[in-house]
């Protein structure tokens, strides 16, 4: 992170001017405005709560390079107690707790915003590769000032992705299969391959590039995408009135109809402009429960559009029928072709798993693939939108009288005083530098410090 001094006079930053040229003294108002803006945009909220005691919590989290074994402390702390360390951000990470203040972080680790001093490790934290500012299956730092493609976080492992190392391509490529709006979230092909709590065994060996899913695997070799839901042939007539129609098969399963991967499936001779233009996917009725409503968890995998869920028995099974251990399912066939096995999910995926009695159990390891976490998010602060200088006159207002009237004074002694010091540069046209300010403000300070010794 640029310290305040880069910022200011870096000649790279516009309307802030660089320290080798003759400004004034409203590009350093400006200037400095600039910088509270940043900052109010890149700090927008309070950072005075620990969120330690809460426990173990889905939060954003900010790895510290420069204290002892790469771990990571919540928002609060990262301004508060690591503020001039080196941060990286990770945003959202589940069941983790603050690493500040504990042993973890090495002997005489205190928290600046509890007091808190070398508690117990979290033994329950998990740690990865990002915690040491690597990311992805290419091992990068992440940069966000250098950095063009899209990230995409894996929903189990919680790694950061680049889109080009997920589809083969830069997120601007018109030779991308997915686009960033074709799919939500993403399962990497780390977290199949090694049935990550059971991953692939429990959920995407049945699911994962079955006709109709929305569950998609992409094979590369053929520029196929496998497993998009299956939509009624006079959708694009109607688009906008039930576009979402999944089509369902005669027992309430999904659809096993087989569709054309020629051209639209499998992204040959795709317009470059599509890229621009939202996928169509399958959306469901207004009736039917959402994602994270209290009603999701006996919603079926896939719903008719303007049909209630509770119209479908609860007891009937409506996913396809569980691969034997020797059948060659879509994903088993793709890893047999040496492809990646990197799992995307169409929009509305979370409500097109089937929760009867049999396969709700498959779901207790994983909740997030039924219902979006709740997220802790730090409480907004009150005074990001004001000024340095709103900020100074509001302590001011609620400083005992005699203080503030002393404060007033000191201020109004400085003011006259750089007055004074700048008047000759003024009067001959000379030029103010950073040198000569600086000047000006190591006397003062020696000043300061000599009549402290006087008083003592």
Not at 441 to 452: D, P
């Amino acid at each position: 992170m640029l310290s305040r001094e880069a910022l200011l006079f870096s000649p790279t930053r516009d309307g802030i001017p660089s320290s080798d040229d003759a400004f004034s003294a409203q590009d350093l108002v400006a200037a400095q405005d600039a910088l509270e803006a940043e900052a109010r945009d890149t700090i927008p909220f309070a950072f005075n709560e620990c969120t330690y005691e809460m426990g173990y919590i889905k939060q954003p989290l900010y790895a510290c390079l420069t204290c002892l074994n790469h771990r990571a402390v919540c928002a609060a702390c990262s301004i508060s107690c690591h503020g001039e360390h080196h941060l990286v951000e990770l945003f959202n990470r589940r069941h983790f707790r603050c690493d500040c203040g504990t042993e973890a972080m090495g002997a005489g680790s205190v928290c600046g915003v509890t007091n808190r001093k070398d508690a117990p490790r979290n033994t329950e934290n998990r740690y990865d590769k990002n915690f040491k500012g690597k990311f992805c299956i290419c091992g990068k730092d992440y940069d966000p000032h250098t950095e063009t493609d899209s990230m995409y976080q894996c929903l189990v492992c919680e790694d950061w992705l680049h889109h080009a190392c997920l589809i083969g391509s830069h997120v601007d490529s018109a030779d991308s299969l997915l686009a960033t709006d074709d799919f939500d979230p993403v399962v990497c092909d780390a977290c199949v391959r090694a049935d990550r709590n059971g991953v692939r065994t429990k959920l995407l060996d049945r699911y994962a590039g079955v006709e109709g899913s929305g569950v998609m695997l992409l094979d590369m070799q053929t520029k196929a995408i496998i497993g998009r839901a299956v939509f009624d042939d006079d959708d694009d007539e109607n688009e906008g009135q039930d576009d979402g129609k999944i089509k369902m098969n005669e027992e309430g399963g999904l659809s096993e109809a087989k569709t054309d991967v020629s051209s639209a499936a499998t992204g040959e001779g795709r317009d470059p402009t599509d890229q621009d233009r939202p996928a169509k996917r399958a959306r469901l009725d207004e009736g039917t429960p959402k994602a994270g409503s209290s009603s999701s968890s006996s919603a079926p995998h896939a719903v008719v559009a303007g049909e209630a869920a509770s119209d479908l028995p609860a007891k009937t099974c409506k996913a396809t029928v569980r691969p034997t251990a020797s059948e060659v399912t879509p994903l088993k066939r793709l890893e047999l072709d040496g492809g990646k096995l990197n799992v995307f999910f169409e929009e509305g995926w979370r409500m097109r798993w089937c929760q009867c009695e049999e396969c709700s159990p498959l779901f207790d390891d994983f909740p997030f693939f039924l219902e979006e976490e709740e997220a802790y998010e730090p409480p907004d602060d009150p005074d990001a939108h004001k000024s340095t200088h709103e900020l100074g006159m509001v302590a001011l207002s609620r400083m005992p009288r005699e203080q503030a009237i002393e404060g007033a004074i000191a201020f109004q002694g400085l003011s006259e005083r750089l007055k004074n010091y700048l008047r000759p540069y003024s009067e001959s046209g000379a030029t103010v530098t950073k040198e000569l300010i600086d000047d000006f403000f190591a006397k003062e300070r020696e000043a300061l410090a000599e009549q402290m010794q006087q008083n003592r």
